[in-house]
């Protein structure tokens, strides 16, 4: 009896270990997939991104989708963002002015501002080195900025006060660009008129079908318009009213800004005590420079070794060979006959160049120049700005001592 009692337990406790197994297969499904739910974190506001906004109904705000309305607000708000804020003005008017204002501040002991009727130019000046001063050389160049001149004549610059020449360089200004002739073009209207009234007829038989379609587009299309010109009108009023504020300097001509810095240079040099003046000048600003001194030379004076004006010789350099000089330019330049000249050429003498040379040399003999010099600076006498003993700077130290050393020479009495 006893054990029969035990082996009943026992298929009982049996029984309910299989319960309880079979409870567990049925309730883990739902243990899993509580597990592999995810949580939601609670939503946070981004400040760098937009908020989003729920989808708008075309039945409640038809503005929302009219493309009139959203062209209207995008070219009020870009109006809106170029008017805030007019654009900065520039320090400088030009990379010249620039170069010119750094360059006193570089070089203060050599710069010198000269004032004109209608500008405020700088120039180089250097004194002489030696206990006489023999006289001064005036430099005059077209390329604007002195302190980007040809090495030949940067080297006579800084060379020449060694021995007792004082230098002074002034830029003259560029020719100016030639303005390209106007063209009429014929409107776009005039060229398509017979197409558009070609075209007239197929549309209106299409008309009646599509007459709602087209009053609705027409109507975006006139509001859009409308807006759009409403935009570029703001616009060309902003943009006027700031160039109202600037004041726009007239060109000037060439000539005159020139005679007015040769004009300027020579009386900074009279002030300074120098009367005994040289002036070498390019092939491109010759005649303008030379103009207004030729006519302050007094061509009867009985002394045939004293000039009486404002230069004792003339040195000519011809740097600028895409502005040859015409037959009548050279007229103008050798018509001082009792001025002595130094024709100087750069680079291989070619056939073009040996050519001009005869010219020059021609018109000089035509109109009785006394003394005339001509040579060609070949490559290989080119020379460095710091070379103080080279070939370029004797010869045209050598011109200048035996030609205008030493010579007196008097301004005429207003």
Known sequence: MPKLFRSDQLIHQMFLMLLLGLALQLASPMLFAQAATPVTPPATIDPAKPAETAPV???????????????????????????????????????????????????????????????????????????????????????????????????????LPIYGWETMAVPLPQKYATKAPEREFRSSSSINSSSVNASSASASDSASASSTNETQSSSADASSSTSSMESSSSIAASQSSFASSEVVEPILPREQLIAERVDAAIKELNKVGQFNVVVLVDNSGAVDSLAG??????????????????????????????????????????????????????????????????????????????????????????????????????????????????????????
């Open 57 to 159: 109904d075309p039945a409640a705000n038809p503005s929302a989708t009219d493309p009139a309305a959203i062209s209207s607000a995008a070219s009020a708000s870009s109006v809106a963002s170029s008017s805030a804020k007019p654009p900065e003005k520039p320090i400088y008017k030009s990379t010249a002015e620039r170069d010119n204002v750094l360059l006193a501040k570089e070089q203060p002991d050599e710069t010198l501002w000269l004032e004109t009727p209608s500008e405020k130019i700088i120039a180089l000046f250097k004194t002489g080195e030696t206990r006489v001063t023999k006289g001064a050389l005036l430099m005059l160049h077209a390329s604007e900025i002195p302190q980007l001149w040809p090495a030949p004549l940067e080297s006579l610059r800084r060379n």
């Open 293 to 414: 001194l030729y006519q302050k030379i007094n061509n009867a004076t009985s002394n045939s070794n004293t000039i009486d004006g404002p230069l004792q010789a003339l040195i000519l350099v011809n740097l600028q060979d895409q502005e040859p000089l015409s037959k009548e330019q050279l007229s103008a330049v050798f018509s001082s006959p009792l001025l002595p000249v130094m024709d100087i050429f750069f680079g291989t003498d070619d056939l073009l160049q040996a050519d001009a040379r005869r010219l020059h040399r021609a018109e000089a003999m035509r109109h009785n120049v006394k003394i005339y010099q001509q040579f060609v600076l070949k490559p290989e006498h080119m020379m460095t700005v710091d070379d103080t003993q080279g070939f370029w700077l004797e010869k045209v130290r050598g011109f200048m001592e035996t030609k205008a050393e030493g010579a007196e020479f008097k301004l005429k009495k207003q």
